[in-house]
């Protein structure tokens, strides 16, 4: 059968084959290139832009917004390089993209959710917040699909975009200052105006307590065996913790050396007998006395 194939096909054969492998060594030295391009392109622009005043929240977004155009770019070409029409493949992907996009409808959801995030930031990188049904932590990253935070206890927490958008969010650092407040409950035994002087003298004592707006100490409830003396004082918000430890310290101190007594619980004894276990006693009778 190969006897009577003629020799310009033979060698057509062997100039398609060779040609073909080439087009396949050439696709797969682009692709390598291009990813390792991509890979190494997203470093460099997070290298360039952290010496740049731009926001924090913007420098990983662009970064990864290049590797992604270059991976596109790297795909595009290594089709071309197959012989694929480009233009057709555009068309084709646009058909499949309404497909792909009913079937990830949360995915694109978080996308959309993270440009929104971009958009009006609610907050930014660096914040302490409290968002997605309770998470607490300072923000690292704010991704297309993802928003990471760290918590306190230094966990790692990885929050889909649109779980953090559709939520109530509470930003504890965006604005400058933050109210500490506490509450001291003392005995009623106790002067009222003294305890609110040594509580006051103690506050404004610290210097991370800010003078505008002033600290001020205010009878808030009367229990029954406490008045709850509430402390308000306002603070840096990158200090609020390190003032409210403080500040609960330096109290509870002033406090003692003023000999102000603490309220603590009182329980009455109080000593009733059972009637259950009440029995009446039984009457005595005289015997008669014989007659003598």
């Given at each position: 059968?190969?006897g009577t194939l003629s020799p310009t096909f033979i060698t057509?054969?062997?100039?398609?084959?060779?040609?073909?492998?080439?087009?396949?060594?050439?696709?797969?030295?682009?692709?390598?290139?291009?990813?390792?391009?991509?890979?190494?392109?997203?470093?460099?622009?997070?290298?360039?832009?952290?010496?740049?005043?731009?926001?924090?929240?913007?420098?990983?977004?662009?970064?990864?917004?290049?590797?992604?155009?270059?991976?596109?770019?790297?795909?595009?070409?290594?089709?071309?390089?197959?012989?694929?029409?480009?233009?057709?493949?555009?068309?084709?992907?646009?058909?499949?993209?309404?497909?792909?996009?009913?079937?990830?409808?949360?995915?694109?959801?978080?996308?959309?959710?993270?440009?929104?995030?971009?958009?009006?930031?609610?907050?930014?990188?660096?914040?302490?917040?409290?968002?997605?049904?309770?998470?607490?932590?300072?923000?690292?990253?704010?991704?297309?699909?993802?928003?990471?935070?760290?918590?306190?206890?230094?966990?790692?927490?990885?929050?889909?975009?649109?779980?953090?958008?559709?939520?109530?969010?509470?930003?504890?650092?965006?604005?400058?200052?933050?109210?500490?407040?506490?509450?001291?409950?003392?005995?009623?035994?106790?002067?009222?105006d003294t305890v609110e002087t040594v509580i006051l003298e103690?506050?404004?004592?610290?210097?991370?307590?800010?003078?505008?707006?002033?600290?001020?100490?205010?009878?808030?409830?009367?229990?029954?065996?406490?008045?709850?003396?509430?402390?308000?004082?306002?603070?840096?918000?990158?200090?609020?913790?390190?003032?409210?430890?403080?500040?609960?310290?330096?109290?509870?101190?002033?406090?003692?050396?003023?000999?102000?007594?603490?309220?603590?619980?009182?329980?009455?004894?109080?000593?009733?007998?059972?009637?259950?276990?009440?029995?009446?006693?039984?009457?005595?009778?005289?015997?008669?006395?014989?007659?003598?």
């Amino acid at each position: 059968m190969f006897g009577t194939l003629s020799p310009t096909f033979i060698t057509d054969l062997k100039l398609l084959m060779v040609n073909s492998g080439i087009r396949f060594l050439a696709a797969i030295l682009i692709l390598i290139v291009g990813w390792m391009l991509a890979t190494w392109a997203k470093r460099w622009v997070l290298a360039a832009l952290a010496h740049l005043p731009l926001d924090a929240t913007l420098k990983p977004l662009l970064a990864s917004l290049i590797r992604y155009v270059l991976l596109i770019v790297t795909v595009v070409l290594v089709l071309d390089e197959f012989g694929v029409q480009t233009a057709s493949l555009i068309a084709v992907l646009g058909a499949a993209g309404i497909a792909v996009g009913l079937a990830l409808q949360g995915t694109l959801s978080n996308v959309a959710a993270g440009v929104m995030l971009l958009i009006l930031r609610p907050f930014r990188v660096g914040h302490f917040v409290e968002i997605a049904g309770g998470r607490q932590g300072i923000v690292r990253e704010i991704g297309l699909f993802t928003t990471l935070i760290t918590t306190r206890d230094l966990y790692y927490v990885s929050i889909p975009n649109s779980a953090i958008f559709g939520a109530t969010i509470l930003n504890y650092t965006r604005e400058p200052m933050r109210r500490v407040k506490f509450n001291v409950p003392v005995d009623f035994v106790n002067d009222l105006d003294t305890v609110e002087t040594v509580i006051l003298e103690a506050v404004t004592a610290n210097p991370d307590v800010s003078k505008s707006p002033a600290p001020g100490v205010i009878v808030n409830e009367l229990q029954g065996y406490a008045v709850i003396m509430t402390v308000r004082a306002y603070a840096r918000s990158g200090d609020y913790w390190k003032v409210l430890y403080a500040l609960q310290k330096s109290v509870k101190t002033a406090l003692d050396r003023a000999k102000i007594q603490i309220a603590v619980p009182r329980q009455a004894a109080a000593v009733r007998a059972d009637p259950a276990r009440a029995e009446p006693e039984p009457a005595r009778m005289d015997s008669p006395r014989k007659s003598e």
